[in-house]
T-cell receptor, first 112, second 114 residues
Framework: DGGITQSPKYLFRKEGQNVTLSCEQN?????MYWYRQDPGQGLRLIYY???????QKGDIAEGYSVSREKKESFPLTVTSAQKNPTAFYLC???????????FGNGTRLTVT | EDKVVQSPLSLVVHEGDTVTLNCSYE??????LLWYKQEKKAPTFLFML????IEKKSGRLSSILDKKELFSILNITATQTGDSAVYLC??????????????FGQGTILTVHP
């Protein structure tokens, strides 16, 4: 079955530690996206990538980093510079600019 | 910066009621507007709209886009408890340095009571 896999489902970290969230897709989609969701704030765009080895900052990129070394993978690193990292993180992909986003099931990150 | 504003932020109705959710936007180069339903985790796709005035319909849900006034509405008729969810609106940017960017609104939380 084709889809987007995010792992882990729940992640707990101590303040000051970097953490990497995994996102893998087997849909052969070119574009991939990372969003953050907080209560009452909808989805906010962190980073997006249209092709391998290229990515753009979204609206809230500070404190995050990404890489796109392979078409199927778009990992997100939450660095210690991110002030409020506790949130629900959603990864998505799509195959063209005239198609909708497909979402993974998300990773809930808690930093204490 | 692209901007999407949804209203109302929350809505409580009873089964059988009809609801209208609103989405207004500002985007430098508009490509499309998308509606999603989010119940637990992953949002699920409802509609993609690119042309003004053409209604898209799926069962009890329908949506229409007005590119002149920069808004879209999502209608749900004869609501059921299973319609309870967060409804998200997003706009896709078609140009320049924001090519491919998808910006979401805050979402509307719909609660349908039996």
């Amino acid at each position: 079955d084709g889809g987007i896999t995010q792992s882990p489902k729940y992640l707990f970290r101590k303040e000051g530690q970097n953490v990497t969230l995994s996102c893998e897709q087997n849909l052969n989609h070119d574009a991939m996206y990372w969003y953050r969701q907080d209560p009452g704030q909808g989805l906010r765009l962190i980073y997006y990538s249209q092709i391998v080895n290229d990515f753009q900052k979204g609206d809230i990129a500070e404190g995050y980093s990404v890489s796109r070394e392979k078409k199927e993978s778009f990992p997100l690193t939450v660095t210690s510079a991110q002030k409020n990292p506790t949130a629900f993180y959603l990864c998505a992909s799509r195959d063209s600019h005239n198609s909708p986003l497909h979402f993974g099931n998300g990773t809930r990150l808690t930093v204490t | 910066e692209d901007k999407v504003v949804q209203s109302p932020l929350s809505l409580v109705v009873h089964e059988g009621d009809t609801v209208t959710l609103n989405c207004s936007y500002e985007v430098t180069n508009f490509r499309s507007l998308l509606w999603y339903k989010q119940e637990k985790k992953a949002p699920t796709f409802l509609f993609m709209l690119t042309s003004s005035g053409i209604e898209k319909k799926s069962g009890r849900l329908s949506s229409i886009l007005d590119k002149k006034e920069l808004f879209s509405i999502l209608n749900i008729t004869a609501t059921q408890t299973g319609d309870s969810a967060v409804y998200l609106c997003a706009v896709a940017n078609a140009g320049g340095t924001s090519y491919g960017k998808l910006t979401f609104g805050q979402g509307t939380i719909l609660t349908v009571h039996p």
